[in-house]
Nanobody, 123 residues
Framework: QVQLVESGGGLVQAGGSLRLSCAASGRTFSRYKVGWFRQAPGKEREFVAAITWTDNNAYYTDSVKGRFTISRDNAKNTVYLQMNSLKPEDTAVYYC????????????????WGQGTQVTVSS
């Protein structure tokens, strides 16, 4: 069993930055890919970014490429999502997820989910 806790959300003006953290407990991330998803009010949860643990490959949805960076710290069992040049359309609850499945952009690839952290970008 893996427990995931997100942190780092908040209110920021457009053009600003936030760094989200996803801390794991229970088991290490060593065998999992880790993804970030987001869900805006009235919309479905969508893929944002993912990182594999073994080969450090990163995946991004097109709308965040060049602005968001996913990374991980093995020693801290933590995955980060650095979000720069934030836009109002980035406003959502951001969820961290861990799993073994494929493809990394699919919600079904992930077995464990955190509770989410709110990101609000004002215009």
């Amino acid at each position: 069993q893996v427990q995931l806790v997100e942190s780092g959300g908040g209110l920021v003006q457009a053009g600003g930055s936030l760094r989200l953290s996803c801390a794991a407990s229970g088991r290490t991330f060593s065998r999992y890919k880790v993804g970030w998803f987001r869900q805006a009010p009235g919309k479905e949860r969508e893929f944002v970014a993912a990182i594999t643990w073994t080969d450090n490959n990163a995946y991004y949805t097109d709308s965040v490429k060049g602005r968001f960076t996913i990374s991980r710290d093995n020693a801290k069992n933590t995955v980060y999502l650095q979000m720069n040049s934030l836009k109002p359309e980035d406003t959502a609850v951001y969820y961290c997820a861990a799993g073994w499945g494929a493809p990394p952009v699919s919600r079904s690839a992930y077995a464990y989910w955190g509770q989410g952290t709110q990101v609000t970008v004002s215009s």
